[in-house]
């Protein structure tokens, strides 16, 4: 039996697996920025129950946070500072799949690496926020 496939499924495990408990240490250390007020939040913690009801537009609207990618201008204040690990969680499949890329062409399965290809380009379509679709 053809031990190669198991190999790439294991590669690709260990390479998620590293990248989420990173992803969900830098989580934890960006909840303790914002818990300690290291940094100065936009809306203290005191009062996020105010708000924690409102659609994601009328939040945004009443506290004048940022939409889209703006939230990077906003890394100085603690509370937007935790978008970052979350956004680097959220990207861990995108960072598994590009490192299968050279192991796919280096083994002479040109179709999966174009595959993973296809599937990142669109993942990356989708995070960019260029198509517009959905509520949000």
Sequence with gaps: MDREPLTIQYFYAKVLDRAARLGF????????????????PIIPLEDL??????????????????????????????????Y?????????????????????????EPLLGVLALFQVAVLLLAASGILLMGGH
Excluded: K, Q
Aim: proline share 9%; with cysteine; net charge positive.
């Design 84 to 108: 970052l690990p979350l956004t680097f969680l959220a990207a861990v499949t995108i960072l598994s799949y590009m490192t299968l890329l050279p192991r796919f062409f280096r083994n002479r």
């Design 25 to 40: 240490l830098l989580v934890s250390l960006g909840l303790a920025v914002y818990l300690t007020r290291l940094l100065p």
């Design 49 to 82: 129950p105010c708000y924690w009801g409102l659609p994601a537009p009328r939040y945004r609207l009443a506290l004048g946070v940022p939409g889209g990618w703006a939230w990077f201008g906003e890394l100085h204040h603690g509370d937007f500072l935790i």
